[in-house]
């Protein structure tokens, strides 16, 4: 039976969570929240569903008259044991912004016609007028005293937020996850965890994760950095994981640091993130403040031991700079491997077509065929390939049934964690086998969800095509590179391929229309390839003149 069929698909839902919940993380659980799940199971079923309905919607303001579901029945009936828990508030304090949010033009303009300059005017425009007028916050009834409508203010909201956060691990999913698997939109590989996997380990994880999160949304409404800065945990020595997003977050508040020119606030946010790439800004914002010997320093202490081949080439670029500023010799940096250079000069265009998919149509014949693939292929090949070791169920790396990868993909210990099942795979590559595992794979898994395998794009003549053309050892070398940093290079591989499979060769190609150029990650991926004799080449496509 399709779980569709049931009108109370999303509140059997919602007890899946809290049984899941109750199973691995009830020494997490506080007495309120064992409570509220006690209180919530002695509830009528349609008082249950409606605050379900609640949870999952939008907000945590609603009308009534917005609160209709067939299966539920009279909403007034079904709130009431709501409301005696607390869980409801039908006399919460409404600010003008709420009262805007929640009545349409034609309501707010009946309510405040008296008040109001123009009865023509747009929403906003009535609430920067009307705002000085209401700086009071009051129950529905008294900003409409005549409205037999009604209002209710969910205030078990951030409990359930809670309980969302310790099923996905993450506050980037939500409850359309089980409609979406349950209608074949996405699909899940199945893992098999144990009732012990799970995203956190004690409760003060959850506050953690919870408050870092709260941190993140001051960010968003641009709050004064200094003030988030004084809120945020000290280094979190005992979590990885926790870690790695507080790092993130002082990357991100660097960076907005620097867009508002705050450049000892974003230095000092920098040098407190190991977050990938906040070393680099460091040097850049100290290069900004003319400090350039603080700035030569930090970066010679990374050219000994780059974090990462972005990294290494930023310094190529920043150090000559530096080394001229200072008055030292200057070394010349190392050159990239040259690629061919291919130079078309095409029609104008007439149609939408970009001009990737018009170098692919005028080099592709039926005996040398071209695809538009960009990133899809190489890690496409990988993912299949390494599909059950990217799946495996590693402690921590799945805890719920709709992972699209492991929770610890772009972790610095994600390879080393998995080193010996990714060399078994690798193995493949020196026999003949890895091409029936890739193609069996694709077969197996069609459509399941994965980090690296992007189903659109692949089909099984261009796999056969790349498996025949890509020599083994070329696929050794751009899984290894993907595994080196997946979190950057798994973007920036050449645009498309063009394959001789009766000479078993092939070519890639990065196009650039007019006026376009090379960016950092695609001189990267070319390099690479260019010094590991891997054909590659840079097409430069100019419009034709016409009279």
């Known amino acids: 039976m399709n779980p569709l069929d049931d009108p109370f698909y999303y509140l059997n839902n919602f007890r899946t969570v809290l049984d899941w ?13 064992r409570a509220f799940n006690d209180a919530f199971r002695q509830l009528p079923q349609r008082s249950q569903a409606l605050l379900v309905r609640m949870v999952m919607r939008k907000g945590c303001l609603f009308r009534a008259s917005r609160l209709s579901y067939v299966e539920i029945g009279p909403t007034l009936e079904a709130v009431e044991p709501l409301i005696a828990l607390g869980w409801v508030n039908p006399e919460a304090p409404l600010t003008l912004d709420d009262l805007f949010g929640l009545l349409t033009r034609t309501e707010l303009a009946a309510l405040f016609r008296d008040r109001l300059s123009s009865s023509q005017g747009r929403k906003a425009d009535w609430l920067t007028e009307l705002s000085p007028q209401f ?16 209002l209710f203010a969910l205030t078990c909201m951030p409990l359930c937020d809670r309980l969302r956060l310790m099923f996905f691990g993450n506050l980037h999913q939500d409850w359309s996850e089980f409609v979406l698997a349950d209608l074949g939109v996405f699909r899940y590989e199945t893992v098999a965890f144990s009732d012990a996997s799970r995203a956190f380990r004690c409760r003060k994880d959850v506050d953690t994760y919870l408050h870092l999160h709260a941190c993140r949304e001051r960010l968003d409404a641009e709050e004064a950095l200094d003030d988030i800065f004084a809120d945020l945990p000290a280094i979190i020595a005992d979590n990885p994981w926790l870690e790695a997003r507080r790092a993130k977050l002082l990357f991100r508040m660097g960076q907005q640091g620097e867009r508002t020119g705050e450049w000892e606030t974003a230095q000092r946010l920098y040098e407190q993130s190991h977050y990938p790439g906040a070393r680099g800004r460091c040097i850049r914002v100290l290069e900004r403040q003319e400090r350039y010997q603080d700035a030569f320093e930090l970066a010679a202490t990374a050219v000994l031991a780059p974090e990462s081949d972005a990294e290494r080439q930023q310094l190529e670029r920043v150090m000559p700079r530096l080394r001229r500023k200072l008055g030292l010799p200057v070394q010349r940096p190392p050159r990239e491997m040259p690629a061919e250079r291919i130079d078309l000069i095409l029609p104008p265009p007439t149609t939408p077509l970009s001009v990737e998919n018009r170098v692919q149509a005028h080099l592709s014949t039926d005996d040398v065929p071209v695809h538009y693939v960009e990133n899809t292929l190489i890690n496409g090949l990988f993912g299949l390939l390494c599909w059950d070791v990217i799946f495996a169920a590693l402690p921590g790396a799945f805890f719920h049934p709709f992972h699209t990868g492991p929770a610890d993909l772009l972790q610095p210990d994600f390879h080393a964690r998995r080193a010996g099942l990714f060399e078994d795979c690798f193995a493949l590559l020196e026999t003949d086998a890895y091409q029936q595992r890739i193609l069996d794979t694709f077969h197996a898994k069609q459509g399941i969800q994965s980090p690296f395998v992007f189903w659109g794009a692949l089909n099984e003549t261009l796999l056969e095509q790349a498996l025949t053309c890509f020599p083994a050892d070329h696929l050794n070398a751009w899984f290894r590179r993907l595994l080196a940093d997946i979190r950057t290079n798994r973007a920036g591989l050449p645009d498309l391929i063009q394959f001789w499979p009766d000479q078993a060769r092939y070519r890639m ?31 430069y496509v100019r419009w034709q003149e016409t009279a």
């Open 21 to 33: 919940i109750e199973a691995r993380y009830c020494d997490l659980l506080s007495a309120g929240e």
């Open 135 to 150: 700086d009071e916050a009051k129950p529905f009834a008294s900003w409409a005293p005549d409205s037999d409508e009604r």
């Open 509 to 539: 190609i990065e196009v650039k229309g007019p006026g376009d150029r090379l960016q950092d990650n695609q001189r990267r991926w070319i390099d690479f390839c260019a010094r590991h004799d891997m054909p590659v080449a840079v097409c």
